[in-house]
């Protein structure tokens, strides 16, 4: 069988508030295994003018600054130009308030491909024509608003790589069901202070797994 590998292509002005947490646990293992790449760039290396501008005021007027199309579609362009295959899988997403929503069943839809391209927006949002012609997709990753795509890209970078074979150790493990069932670990009672007694339940310490495997199930939300 072949390998499974994920190439994630980001698209961030901010790519350094990023490389601290794709470098760090699982996502770092991922990719020293070769099982995951995580590539930054930024828009600002594909500006043409004097300031490297990225953003403009918005038509029509209002509060805040947009990101311009052009830096982004010439982010998007290189990425495609580096991808030698072109038979392999890829897709491209902006980080939208608009997008549909990220859960646990998308995670699992975007595994299927090779090159995820992640569109990372920021200020008032993004000139709507990268959302028309340039992206495949909008994804939100729930109904608040982030300062820009970059934690939202996080997420998703993570959330997909759980499900790539080999990207989670013995220790970790694959929680299909949201909400899973409550653990506890030694000690078997902890005390903050002298009144209180906080108490792992007994069942757990039984050595029945009939008992905990049934116990985990009703305590499962
Ligand atoms: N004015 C916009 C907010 C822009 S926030 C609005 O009210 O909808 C700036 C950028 O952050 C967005 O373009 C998007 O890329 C990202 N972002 C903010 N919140 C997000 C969320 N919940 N999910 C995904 N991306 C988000």
Known sequence: MKKQIISFHIISIFPESMRPYADSSILKR?????LIHINFINPRDFTDDAHN??????????????????????????IGS????????????????????????????????????LICGRYEGVDERVAKYIADEEISIGDYVLSGGELPAMVVVEAVSRHIPGVLGKYESLEDVKGSYPVYTR??????????????PKILLSGDHKKIEGWRKTHND
């Open 30 to 34: 991922a990719q020293e295994k070769k």
């Open 53 to 78: 501008s990225v953003d403009d005021s918005p038509y029509g007027g209002g509060p805040g600054m947009v990101m311009k199309v052009e830096p982004i579609y010439k982010a998007v362009q290189k």
């Open 82 to 117: 580096r991808i030698k295959d072109q038979g392999l899988k890829k897709r491209i997403i902006l980080f939208s308030t608009r997008g549909k929503l990220f859960t646990q069943k998308e995670a699992k839809r975007l595994v299927k491909y090779d090159h995820l391209i």
């Open 187 to 200: 000690p078997e009672v902890f005390q903050p202070n002298k009144r209180k007694s906080w108490k792992a």
